[in-house]
């Protein structure tokens, strides 16, 4: 089988699709994805209790609250260029005024985590990310 | 423990070391690293047999040249902005003209492979990344 010789650009790619918070899968590393996702507007609570997550803000900003054991919440401000890691088994919740980002995860994790707090707003899709 | 909230700027991490081919670990996730690296000159023809992987040009140029199992070379050109996996198995060989490059691979993952061709050049560092 010829091997793949074509790298994809992450701005052409992000070009071709309109959709916030619409995880697509731009390449696949052993069993891993690599995603990209325009984000706007708020996204909800969710956790991922048995893998991290790994953020870089690719334009924009990019904002992720936490909640710890004690409930206390913090937020942490993504600037493009930035990078971040959510832990597993912690609560957290993304929000954007317009941007948009690169995640790692394993193949199959869902965007809105094993579980997450109240309705899914239209503009949130709950997917293990979609093809490009 | 707090939380770490404290993002890391990639053009900041950049700007803190100077030397080339020598990656530095921005962060980790589950296991797996995320690391970063000056480009310029040739690395050396190398091949992981356990591992695929990934590549995103932050700045710059990075070409790959990949031999496939009948010994034919091809190269791989990216630019900014553009990502690229190379497949577990396959032997390679990055040069730039200059650039920076972010790579996901499993931690303890050796910069010069299983093995490699030929001797290391001054400018090649064989290491599993160093911390920031």
Redesign the interface.
Same mark, same amino acid.
């Given at each position: 089988m010829a %091997?793949n *010789?074509?790298?994809? =650009? &992450? !701005?052409k790619a992000l070009a071709s699709f309109d959709e916030v918070y619409s995880p697509r899968i731009?390449?696949? %590393? =052993?069993d891993?994805d690599?995603r990209i996702a325009h984000t706007e507007g708020e996204h909800v609570w969710h956790v991922h209790q048995d *893998? @991290?997550?790994?953020f870089?803000v690719l334009d924009g900003r990019f904002d992720i609250a936490?909640r @710890?054991a004690g409930g206390r919440e !913090?937020t942490?401000? &993504? =600037?493009q260029?930035?990078?971040?890691?959510v832990?597993?088994g *912690?609560e957290h919740k993304p929000s954007s005024p317009g941007g948009s980002i690169?995640m790692?995860?394993?193949s199959g994790t869902l965007t809105t985590g094993d579980h997450h707090e109240g309705e899914l707003p239209d503009h949130v899709d709950s997917t293990t990310g979609h093809e490009m």
């Open positions: %091997m *010789t074509e790298p994809i =650009n &992450l !701005t731009v390449a696949r %590393m =052993n891993y690599v *893998t @991290d997550e790994f870089l936490l @710890d !913090t942490v401000t &993504l =600037n260029g930035d990078v971040y890691v832990p597993k *912690t690169l790692f995860e394993p």
